[in-house]
């Protein structure tokens, strides 16, 4: 298991048939939003210790305020207060170890939850202990974002998995009607 100090690391995602998380301009389109899927993300943050995401990657939802979080910006030096968000950290991972915004935002023990975009995903790649891939069956998004940088037409979100040392553990058909499954991938040699 990859641990930073006492924490987990787990990613989250929602992709569409072609492995995109949103469209080339960056809106998540509505063929990639679903219900039961929110539910699980919902769930899952109300018990992560704190959310990762860059800056236009914010889940929302009703208990979003309380949740500690920690966005990446280009915009400052090494970590400092989010002036519109009272429990987050604004990082630089150019300026200044995971371990130290985690300790500036004084967070509690268990999972560290990164939920995007794009270079995150791919920032946290050598470091996740699971990643929980949720794929829309029905949708496919042209020209789209992919959820890991390496992902195109010859390379799918689970070919770099895969080759990152994850293995899939079982489906779950989570809306069958919808075509959305849910796969946690655990690192093999954690
Ligand atoms: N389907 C899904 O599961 C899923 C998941 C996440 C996001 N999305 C969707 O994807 C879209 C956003 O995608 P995005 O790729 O633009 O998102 P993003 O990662 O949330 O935002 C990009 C910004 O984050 C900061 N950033 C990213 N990597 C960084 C790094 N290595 N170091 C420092 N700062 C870094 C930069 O902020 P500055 O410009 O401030 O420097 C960058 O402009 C939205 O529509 C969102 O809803 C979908």
Known sequence: MLMIGPHRIEGYAIVSADGMIADGSGKMPDTIRNDADQRFLQREMDRAAVVVHGR??????????????????????????????????LWNPAGAKLEAAIAALGAADGTIAIIGGTDVFGVFLPLYDAFHLTHAAHAKIPGGRPVFPEVGPQTTPQDVLARRGFRPGPRRDIDAAAGITLTTWERANG
């Open 56 to 89: 236009h990657s914010h889940e929302g939802g009703p208990r979003a305020g309380d949740r500690k979080r920690i966005i990446l910006t280009r915009q400052i030096a090494s970590v400092a207060p989010d002036p519109s968000h009272p429990h987050a950290l």
